[in-house]
């Protein structure tokens, strides 16, 4: 979908069709029609008058979310249409509505048809947005909210890709890709240096798979910059479960293992793209978690790269022994880090607790967690805090080892899991780290807003947003 801002009058403006945003009916030249038609105006509600070449959608709040569910739910149905174009009056809506137009209509427009025998013809469709004056500002939000959007969908396309098309030397190679199209620094080792640098909790997990476990590094670094950031992502490309194994219907989606890694590596060519002022690095962990005669077992024994030892009870819970690893490199290869985010599809616990569409934040710094919190419900994801309690930091206590990997109560798994990897955390950066589980969000079979089923690309918006307020926080 291609967004033109026009500077015209909105008459003079040529389009097959007009979107009109309504929050009250009675604004509408049309309400006696719109009344008889049953339509309210309410998020996701939508009617097209055909014969007047209008479509009307509601919204029922000024917030970010509320609009960008409306322009999606438009986008949509012009997409049923064979329109070429519309177009949009942003004097009528609210005051900083254009960065939940354009996205809302980028992530409401997106489609995974890879798989799909029957290609249908892509459709080359415009929104055009009709503004006062064809200011810098609204430029630079179209732009960036552009680069913010195809950084969403590079996501979702990726979690969205079969595990057989997408394991984890697919995924280096993709982060490549990636960080050539955004001239950044990429570096890929295999298991070989996983070994040398005593990564074998990371190394054990992978062991099973015929895909060699990867270890992707990808680096922005400005001149003078003027923060070091840290994402780190769980990159499991498939998840089995291990000998643990899943029961089959629970290993359905297992695709999405990867949905933390996928954010983190689109969500570094955004950061390039948008020429942001902060040196920033990637570090996912891109694994297989496979059965077979070499695989890691329960009451396993693993060390991890700063040392301490791991007693496998599960080895479904593999997610925690990758990035607790991926979480010792980054710290021992990046020095005076400022932040250290990790993203996860870490806990089906958190998908209970909070339910499918919010993240899970964690860590040890109230400020630092409320800031992401605050970050994410600016940017259009949703998120909540949950909070470590020093009983349950008894539950992951193991009497052979110095942690197991999971908890010996059912309760709490999702704080639980965050505890584990606060053990991989050093001290100096204790205050600096925040554990995002994006289980819920990050791969949801049913549309929901302006996100399809499937992959969500949980995760980017918030980061972005969260390092474009920096300085204020």
Known sequence: MKITLSSKNFKKIKADIEIILLSDIEESKDEKLLETLGFKAVDEACVFLAESQKIYVGFEDETYDSIAIAIATAIKKLQTTKFKNA????SKLPSESLK????GTLLGSYSFKKYKSEKEEKKKQELVIAIADKEKLAEEILNDSTIISKAVNKTRDMVNSAPADFYPQVMADLAKDLAKDASIDCKVHGEK?????????????????????QLIHMSYKPKDAKKKIVLVGKGLTYDSGGLSLKPADYMVTMKSDKSGGCAVLATLWAIAKLGLPYEVHGIVGAVENMIGGDAYKPDDILYAKNGKTIEVRNTDAEGRLVLADCLCYAQD???????????????????????????????????LKRNAVLAALKSGEYATTLDFNRYLKKSIKSEIADISNIANTRYGGAITAGMFLDNFVYEENKDKWIHFDIAGPAYVESAWGYNPFGGSGAGVRMTIQFLKNIDNK
């Open 333 to 367: 290869e990046i020095d005076d880090i400022d932040y250290i985010f990790d993203y996860a599809t870490l806990t089906g616990a958190c998908v209970v607790g909070v339910g499918h569409y919010t993240t899970g934040i964690m860590g040890n710094n109230d400020i």
């Open 100 to 103: 939940a137009i354009v996205e």
């Open 193 to 213: 240096f996983l070994d040398r640098n005593h990564m074998h909790s990371m190394l054990s997990v992978g062991r099973a798979s015929i895909h060699e476990s």
């Open 87 to 90: 177009k949009l009056d942003l």
